[in-house]
């Protein structure tokens, strides 16, 4: 046995290693760990015992069994505003509709008994799963929380062939059960895998609430994940809030009209072979399967944390050497304290979502701004990193200079250089303001915004997605150019990359492209989506979520579209503007609609654009409907409001905020 005091002098990651040696043999004795009967999800929000919610959650349970489609799903909510519960409850396809209710009773009575006074929890048996929430849950894919357990005994043979085969069998069976149709999309299966010496069944299963292309892309997810837990076992069930799947070496699915066979434990099957020598030896072989295993899992520990402890320190040079590359930009605190009298009152210009700008003046007499992050905000750490390595590094008129950067105890400023007329939104939303902005004026920050993103995603040393152009982030000097500002979303791509993905979703809704708000896709047409808005929130002087025309509020795309369909575009344009060439206004138009088109191969590069822009001899092609079309008024500003980012960085949208707006949501 190796001394624990040898460990610790040759490895400093011992407590790491008692904790992972301790689950495998949690493991080795007790099987792999099962999926939550009940899942609770403190952060969405608690209840108060005898509440309003409590009651509708009661009455909900109570009766959600009786309105099943008759394939075992169901799916119900009760009650009014921030009282309203919403519940979907699913069994398996090939279960009796009297053992789904067994079910799906028993999982009710551990959701509410483990959970608590939790607003939001989901639960699965193996036969059923449950969940309830205070928020619209109906027609969202969601795959978090995502749970699997295995068998833990694997094939011994042909595990390439084993996991092509399986794959396989669920690509097939997902296809399937995606087109079920809206009463029931389930699908099982089996397949022989000769090489392996062995026949597995499967199911796969999603609520019938999904779209096709969501319960495929919910399957595949799951699929995903069997590589890093299971690889190679014999047995699999994955289940997230939105599907599951499941394989077995033996038969465990029933024909529908039948009451099934009882599902298999998930745990090693019974021995069938008789081992010479008896107890002794069976005895012996533990012994010896024990300390290999344990020898095995403490070289491979050590490796491991090797490896990531160099990591680390490679990260951390790389991360020092970024802002060492910066270090001639790098101010005092004083100094910065001294510019901004000490960060007064009299001295703020804003505040955004990571932290407040101040106005300073250093000893040269130069104006800056000084963005003072959030000293709470874990993502403004990322901001700075951001904000740093790639403005210091970009260059254009119609980009905001960075001066430099402090970092010092718990401050972390950013020092640009100071840009006199504000933002474009305090401009061009104003109706007193915007009065002053003739169509010369807009035409040149139409045009300044659309050079500074060429810069950015194809003239620069470096390929950069903004994420977040709204009127907001761009500045206007004294000459009223516009500077684009804020970078603190910014993504770097490599020269030859067109696309690249995200899980966390952040940026202002209106201006993010569908693509990004379903899928986390974004790329250099993501940025053209945002500045097509923003070239028809110039030309109308009003905002994309508040569009007013004859007292009806409006989306702006929508009219823009409707009315350039009707030959009636020249409604969009702002009444203020006196003076400018309506073809050349109407070919603005135009040109913004190509940009928020739903297909982002149809969508024009920043390089085409500016040339649609700046050269009427370029024949434009013919629009398609935007993205994201509203067929009909908004009854309330609040209704616009759909799109939210939840702890796992998801963006959904909630489709039942307003039920006299029809939202037609392509691809």
Known sequence: MVSSRLIRLFFPCTHLLVLIINVNFTQAQLGPPQIPSASCFNDKGNYTAGSTYQTNLDRLLSTLFDASNGYGFYNSSLGENNDRVYAIGLCRGDITREACGTCLSDTANGLTNNCPNQKETIGWLPECMLRYSNRFIYGIMEISPAYYAWNVNNVSTGLDAFNQEVSRLFNGLGGKAATGGDLRKFASGNATIPSANITIYALAQCTPDLSEKSCIDCIEYALGGLGSCCNGSIGVRAVTPSCS????????????????????????????????????????????????????????????????????????????????????????????????????????????????????????????????????????????????????????????????????????????????????????????????????????????????????????????????????????????????????????????????????????????????????????????????????????????????????????????????KEDTASNVIDPMLKSGSIPEIMRCVHIGLLCVQQNIADRPTMAAAILMLTSNSVDLPVPSQPAFFMDGGIESSSDTSLAWEDKSGVTRLDLSKSNSVKYLLHG
């Open 245 to 564: 799947l499941r394989y077995e070496h033996i038969p465990f699915v029933g024909d529908t009209n039948e009451t099934p066979p009882a599902s298999p434990p998930l745990a090693p099957p019974p021995a069938n072979t008789t081992i010479p020598g008896g107890k002794k030896s069976n005895t012996s072989r533990t012994v010896i399967i024990t300390v290999v295993t344990t020898v095995v899992s403490l070289v491979l520990i050590i490796s491991i944390c090797i490896y990531l402890r160099v990591k680390k320190i490679k990260a951390k040079l790389g991360e020092a050497d970024e802002i060492l590359d910066t270090e001639a930009l790098q101010f005092d605190l004083g100094s910065i304290r001294t510019a901004t009298n000490n960060f007064s009152e009299a001295n703020k210009l804003g505040r955004g979502g990571f932290g407040t700008v101040y106005r300073g003046r250093l000893l040269n007499q130069e104006d800056i701004a000084v963005k003072r992050l959030s000293r709470d905000s874990a993502q403004g750490d990322v901001e700075f990193k951001n904000e740093v390595t790639l403005v210091a590094k970009l260059q254009h008129r119609n980009l905001v200079r960075l001066i430099g950067f402090c970092l010092e105890g718990n401050e972390r400023l950013l020092i640009y250089e100071f840009v006199p007329n504000a933002s474009l939104d305090h401009f061009i939303f104003d109706p007193i303001k915007r009065a002053h902005l003739d169509w010369d004026s807009r035409c040149k920050i139409i045009l300044g915004i659309g050079r500074g993103l060429l810069y950015l995603h194809e003239d620069s040393r470096l390929r950069i997605i903004h994420r977040d152009m709204k009127a907001s982030n761009v500045l206007l000097d004294a000459e009223m150019q516009p500077k684009i500002a804020d970078f603190g979303m910014a993504r770097l791509f490599d020269l030859d990359q067109t696309q690249g993905d995200t899980s966390r979703i952040v940026g202002t809704y209106g201006y993010m492209a569908p693509e990004y708000v379903m899928r986390g896709h974004f790329s250099v047409k993501s940025d053209v989506y945002s500045f097509g808005v923003l070239v028809l929130e110039i030309i109308t002087g009003q905002k994309n979520s508040s569009f007013r025309h004859g007292g009806n509020v409006e989306d702006l795309l929508s009219y823009a579209w409707k009315s350039w």
